[in-house]
């Protein structure tokens, strides 16, 4: 394999399990030893997507000072994301026919010749059925019923290699009960927002669902654990961190309702008892406030701030 060709591999998907190997940049080529090391490249982060516009938040001050140009790119990022061609180029209409191109290239050679599928309209309809419903919990079950699919065994095969390809991510709802983890819906998110609204049936603007995908993806760069909470009310995120830190996360677009307000914060208080955690946060698109319960500390956030703040000096 040609050097510059592991390259564009690495910026096309993103992710590649790669064999260990030494690169020799003089004859340019990749020599192959026959180990593997797994090993993920994302997408840009939000911070790398204003790097490439040349805005730089290095403490709270700075941000704070772009404030407004950092919304607008939040905004850009929620409906390009963050392919790095796709991110520095212009013309929209390009960017579009690349993220489709994207999407088909994962689809038909990373999950429907890589696994030797037959029925490709298929692989195609569940992808693009989970990527108009991220933020959603999906049943095999109901999905099995839905499409008259003869077996849910089909459908949890499917989706499990469009996870190997990267193209969509599953988040268990969290219980103590394993059992009860294992059978319980799962919410699905998009590995990439632009090429999902490039792919996706969208029926409206639907940016608080963008917004709850970034956090996922957000969460998972940092290496947390993700799961959802639902008891009598339910919670977006319940993240772990490998140093044992645990937080609550709702994420909540627009919060001008009271009623609206009132739920998010009822769902985080009613999590933060049960599982014994006194401090949350409720992401939106521009409040900022601190709200003291009987459970503990509610820190209601701009979205934009979460996203830039883990990379301050």
Known sequence: MRYNEFRETLRVHGNLNCPTSKVNERKGTLLLTGRHIPFHVHPFSFREFMSSRDVHAKNLLSSLKQKSRIAVLLHDYLKWGGFPEAALTIDEYKKRVLLR??????LY???AFRHRLKDINLVKKLSLYALTNIGN???YGRLTREMSLASVETVRHYFSFLQEAFLLHEVPKFSFKYREQVKTPRKIYAAD???RNAVAFRFSQDIGRLAENFVFLEL???GDEVFYFEKKQEVDFYA???????LLINVIWEMTRRDTRQREIDGLQEAMGQLGIDRALLLTERTDEEIETPEGKIVVKPLWLWATEAGFS
């Open 240 to 246: 772990r961190h490998e140093s044992g830190e645990a």
């Open 101 to 106: 191109q994207y999407f088909e290239d994962i």
């Open 137 to 139: 919990k999906i049943s």
């Open 193 to 195: 927002v632009g090429m």
């Open 109 to 111: 050679k990373d999950v």
């Open 220 to 222: 998972r760069r940092r």
